[in-house]
């Protein structure tokens, strides 16, 4: 079965400092990996994926994320954390769906607290 | 159009009581899934539509829960006899055919007393 591993359930980082929000997988196949970011009582927005290609991708607030298939990792990374940055972060997998359809439900973490102090 | 809405935001209902939550996918997306978040934990995987067709359920969608997508556009979650337990975030998000990433609306927050 497909599933992410989120080791943290809290980061902390002063502002200007860079941040690593650690994810390994487990994956049958080729893994297609997520984050998403949750801000207090809405909903997830989509940061950036890997589905091939790159092992850097980079997505949205200047956030990256680092594939790593020897190490089964995807690190969420940003080189100088900003206090707004500071939000519940879930790493995700996309499930292997059902033969007779090509849509496919995502597995997420339990999710990391980033906190950015002034 | 510019995102996944929801209806309700919030509800608050008394246990026993039926509920229902509606779910507007962007434009275009044929894919639209539904997933539950209590607190401190992920997002849940309940249900998944393609166009109208309903093609996964999980096992955490007892026989209280039903969806539907009647004409393949907006949808919708019932929970018959609200329990206590069923009090959480309901999520909707939805995808574009042959794109992987999927796309949260802000919710429905549900408080059963």
């Known amino acids: 079965a497909q599933s992410v591993a989120q080791p943290e359930d809290q980061v902390n980082v002063a502002e200007g400092n860079p941040l690593t929000v650690k994810c390994t997988y487990s994956v049958s196949g080729n893994p297609y990996l997520f984050w998403y970011v949750q801000y207090p009582n809405r909903g997830l927005q989509f940061l950036l994926k890997y589905i091939t290609g790159d092992n850097l991708v980079k997505g949205s607030y200047g956030f990256e994320a680092e594939f790593n298939k020897s190490q089964t990792s995807f690190h969420l990374k940003k080189p100088s954390a900003l206090v707004s940055d500071s939000a519940l972060y879930f790493c995700?997998?996309?499930?292997?769906?059902?033969?007779?359809?090509?849509?496919?439900?995502?597995?997420f973490g339990s999710g990391t607290r980033l906190s950015i102090r002034p | 159009d510019t995102g996944v809405s929801q209806d309700p935001r919030h509800k608050i209902t008394k246990r026993g009581q039926n509920v229902t939550f509606r779910c507007d996918p962007i434009?275009?997306?044929?894919?639209l899934y539904w997933y539950r978040q209590t607190l401190g934990q992920g997002p849940e995987f309940l249900t998944y539509f393609q166009n109208e067709a309903q093609l996964e359920k999980s096992r955490l969608l007892s026989d209280r829960f039903s969806a539907e997508r009647p004409k393949g556009s907006f949808s919708t979650l019932e929970i018959q006899r609200t329990e206590q337990g069923d009090s959480a975030m309901y999520l909707c998000?939805?995808?574009?055919?042959?794109?992987?990433?999927?796309?949260f609306g802000p919710g429905t927050r549900l408080l059963v007393l």
């Open positions: 998000a939805s995808s574009f055919p042959g794109k992987e990433t999927q796309y």
């Open positions: 995700a997998v996309r499930d292997i769906g059902p033969r007779y359809s090509s849509a496919s439900k995502i597995i």
């Open positions: 434009s275009e997306h044929n894919r």
